[in-house]
């Protein structure tokens, strides 16, 4: 199942579609990790307002759209392992890394884990969601009974209206959300877990003003596992208030990715 026209795709990998240039032809390549739940569909839209030499890649991950079929992901290590040589051909070219919410978490373990030889990105962009040497903010959610589960997922505002009038399509996306929560809800956290875990690449963090867990005094403590942290954006809206600043969020990821001295090459 895919969400996504293939006409409007200028690369097709297993890992991910390609939107704008092609990743090898690419000024930037801009790697985008969805939500829990979530998919390149959610990115979709974002491709038109990039700058037109930035190759929007929407990270495609197992067990949902078009790999509904595979299982997701166990746990963290598992996605940095699967995904790692994917990361190593397109950080052959100047590349950034964005993630929302689980796609943040994500970025951040990619980032940690990256093997030296592996060239930093020009960017890391997390949002909505606390750094992982804070508690996870909230109890977790992924074993709760059925509608206790839906409930809280929907009140978080990641899934449109139109899912939740059918009830065999929640029944179809249930496992994948689980594991998904699963997966972010047994990342190690704690200050011990993450010492020595210092993000050498730019940082920039967003968040919406009323999201109850990724609380903008959350998102400040970011500070603490980075050595560059340049922004802490926070915006009117709760856990998906980029919804309602598309252009604003899109605006401020451009100026990331504009070009400074020394940013043609990639970075060690």
């Known amino acids: 199942m895919s969400l996504i026209g293939p006409q409007r795709r200028t690369a097709v990998d297993r890992w991910y579609y390609a939107f704008g240039p092609p990743p090898e032809r690419a000024r930037m390549t801009l790697i985008c990790l969805p939500c829990a739940g979530g998919g390149p569909a959610m990115y979709v839209p974002w491709a038109a307002d990039l700058p037109a030499d930035v190759s929007l890649v929407a990270v495609r991950l197992p067990g949902r759209e078009a790999r509904i079929g595979e299982p997701a992901h166990a746990t963290m290590e598992a996605f940095v392992a699967d995904f790692l040589p994917t990361l190593r051909r397109l950080a052959a070219r100047p590349y950034a890394v964005f993630g929302h919410s689980m796609g943040a978490l994500m970025a951040y373990a990619l980032m940690r884990d990256r093997p030296p030889e592996v060239p ?17 903010g909230r109890p977790p959610l992924y074993d709760k009974p059925k509608p206790e589960f839906l409930a809280a997922v929907r009140a978080m505002g990641g899934i449109p209206d139109e899912v939740w009038a059918h009830a065999e399509l929640l029944d179809l996306l249930e496992p994948t959300m689980r594991a998904d929560f699963a997966l972010c809800e047994a990342y190690p956290r704690g200050p011990a877990a993450h010492a020595g ?6 940082v920039h963090v967003f968040g919406g003003r009323e999201d109850e867990t990724a609380t903008p005094e959350s998102l400040e403590r970011w500070a603490d596992l980075c050595d560059d942290l340049r922004a802490v954006t926070v915006r009117s809206g709760g856990h998906f208030y980029l919804r309602d600043h598309r252009a604003a969020l899109l605006a401020e990821i451009a100026g990331a990715l504009r070009p400074t001295p020394g940013s043609g090459e990639p970075k060690r």
Not at 121 to 133: C, G, I, K, M, N
Not at 197 to 202: C, D, F, I, K, V
């Open 120 to 136: 930093l990105p020009e960017a890391l962009l997390l949002s909505a969601h606390r750094p992982p040497h804070l508690d996870l």
């Open 197 to 202: 875990s210092r993000l050498a690449m730019p």
